[in-house]
């Protein structure tokens, strides 16, 4: 099923203002870690990947792990945008009894990998890859990652056994935002020069601004950089982006918004800056 | 014991052809023929088992049933929270093959001592665990396991393990196997040691005392009644097994019998802290634990 080219732009704004409010209503952490990736995750959902809300399980899908398990709220967000799940289901986040827990759990809906502990997606996302090679199936794999996440070394297991295996259907997005749970990735386990550090294990690479809805459509799906090989798209993002007093900050990888800043967060997103 | 049972796998797996087997880089004179006879199905995926696990997990997400091979804990311990997350936590057919269970590799030290598996396996959600007595065993498990579509764990010795069943010797995951028949202590075996388990019942008889030996190819599911029947009708009970004796066979069955209120005389003969870091042989290590008769005649 081919995507409908929505208007990705409008949808990263809605995955945004989902994501405050779900964080917001549940007092639950990671929101920061949401808006990293919105751009990504709308551009994915509106324009990229072939999916079909009435059949999860259809085989010929492509597959998106998303390996940073604590960003559930805009996984959520896009799924119900696409109509995987109601939107009305978006206000019981990690609500007593509920569906949507706090790390991505594959009970819901278009949900393809349970994650919440740190290494795990890609690793998986080279074996799905791996089946449609096998299969000579026409889906492809992808794998969103966090910075931080890349610190687990079965990434690095997988990235080397991906390129041995020529998953030219694997594609990786990391949301390069620089802050991981603790303090900056400079500070804590620096990954300068990631580009670099893909190329020197045989990937193809894109190295673009992961808030760059052009970009990033034409990195997700134009061809592989480096024919036969799996891609990595190095997305340098903002933490908390689209809302100025989120962006850059590491403690909103813990907090929530309260009421007034959910009505400014809320103000500020609607207005697109 | 490993080579009939990869022998069974390419059978099994030629006629299914879902099956998929991965190694992380191990199975030098194991795995040749099945890679050869099964290319599309096979695939060496270097040495880290904790991708080889997620790998796993995603051609089981994407339709296949995989079956992961290397040697002591490195397809168990080493990727744990992978088997956890990724394939019980989803309840996927991905078998995990273990082979030189045990202190099949005593000589290598305790890095390739594997006696916490059954154990650890054991705990998690989905997860069948079997630990075949001898070849007869290990190639009447393989299928069952595969059948059931959810996680399993096959730890197999090595080499060389005697028959210990004729051929026609029924054998289920579910069921223990009563090879021989007596009223005072009931010596339950798991695993090869189960020839200990045999001779010392022979020695047992030359004291005048009278014992039965049972087989539990399977740790979980457990077969309970047996265990049951065991603790009812014999004055002890010995639980053997070439594993730690916490977690293991032992304890589980010694919950069984506290559960149903029975209490014979009760021990546990299995691997100790004070065999760890202690190198040598299979059998000169067991030996260290001493004689199984010993162990059973002080129990009465």
Not at chain 1, 203 to 230: F, I, K, Q, T
Not at chain 2, 13 to 37: K, Q
Not at chain 2, 262 to 276: E, I, M, Q
């Amino acid at each position: 099923m081919t995507p409908n080219r929505i208007d990705t732009r409008a949808l990263a704004r809605r995955l945004r203002a989902h994501a405050i409010r779900m964080t917001h209503l549940a007092r639950a952490s990671h929101v920061g870690s949401c808006l990293s990736m919105a751009d990504i995750m709308a551009v994915l959902h509106g324009a990229v990947l072939k999916l079909d809300p009435t059949r999860p399980d259809w085989p010929e899908r492509d597959r998106l792990v998303v390996s940073k398990g604590h960003a559930a709220a805009i996984v959520y967000a896009a799924l119900a945008e696409l109509g995987f799940l109601p939107v009305a289901e978006l206000d019981t986040y990690s609500a007593d009894g509920g569906r949507l827990s706090g790390h991505v759990t594959r009970t819901v809906p278009g949900v393809e990998l349970s994650t919440g502990s740190l290494g795990h997606g890609l690793p998986v996302a080279a074996g799905m890859a791996l089946a449609a090679q096998r299969y000579g199936a026409a889906w492809r794999s992808f794998c969103i990652v966090s910075d931080g996440e890349l610190d687990e070394g079965s990434n690095w297991e997988a990235i080397q056994f991906a390129q041995q295996f020529r998953l030219e259907n694997l594609v990786l997005v990391v949301d390069y935002n620089k802050i991981q749970s603790f303090g900056r990735v400079s500070e804590v386990s620096e990954l300068h020069p990631l580009p670099e550090k893909f190329r020197a294990f045989n990937w193809g690479v894109h190295e673009l601004d992961g808030h760059d809805h052009d970009a990033l459509l034409a990195a997700l799906s134009g061809p592989p950089p480096l024919p036969g090989r799996p891609t990595a798209i190095v997305a340098h993002t903002v933490k908390g982006k689209g809302v100025s007093f989120m962006e850059d900050q590491l403690a909103w990888h813990y907090r929530s918004a309260d009421a007034a800043q959910l009505a400014a967060a809320l103000a500020e997103v609607e207005a697109g800056r | 014991m490993r080579t009939e049972t990869i022998d069974a796998l390419t059978a099994h797996a030629r006629a299914n052809p879902d099956i998929m087997l991965l190694t992380a880089d191990l199975g030098y004179s194991v795995l040749e023929r099945f890679a050869e006879a099964l290319p599309a199905q096979y695939a060496n995926v270097g040495v880290c088992e904790q991708a080889m696990v997620g790998i796993a997990a995603g051609l089981a997400l994407s339709g296949h049933r995989v079956v992961l091979y290397s040697i002591a804990n490195f397809p168990t311990l080493r990727c744990l929270e992978q088997l956890r997350n990724d394939v019980c936590y989803h309840a996927l057919p991905v078998t995990v093959i273990a082979v030189g269970g045990g202190l099949a590799y005593g000589a290598q030290g305790y890095t390739h001592h594997g006696v916490e598996d059954l154990g650890i396996m054991a705990a998690l959600p989905h997860m069948a665990v079997a630990c075949p007595a001898d070849p007869h065993e290990a190639v009447e498990l393989l299928p069952q396991l595969l059948e059931r579509r959810l996680p399993a764990y096959l730890r197999l010795g090595r080499s060389g393990e005697p028959v210990l069943h004729d051929a026609a010797t029924p054998v289920t995951l579910e069921r223990a196997i009563w090879l021989r028949r007596g009223a005072d202590v009931a010596m339950l075996a798991t695993g090869p040691i189960l020839g200990r388990a045999l001779a010392a019942a022979e020695a047992l008889a030359a004291r005048g005392i009278s014992a039965s030996v049972a087989s539990f190819p399977g740790i979980r599911p457990l077969d309970e009644e047996a265990v049951r029947e065991a603790g009812r009708t014999h004055r002890a009970v010995l639980t053997i097994e070439e594993h730690s004796v916490s977690g293991g066979l032992g304890t589980r069955v010694a919950e069984t019998l506290l559960a149903a209120g029975l209490s014979p005389r009760f021990g546990k003969y299995g691997v100790t802290d004070a065999l760890r870091g202690q190198i040598g042989s299979q059998s000169w290590l067991l030996d260290r634990l001493g004689p199984v008769e010993d162990h059973a005649a002080a129990l009465l």
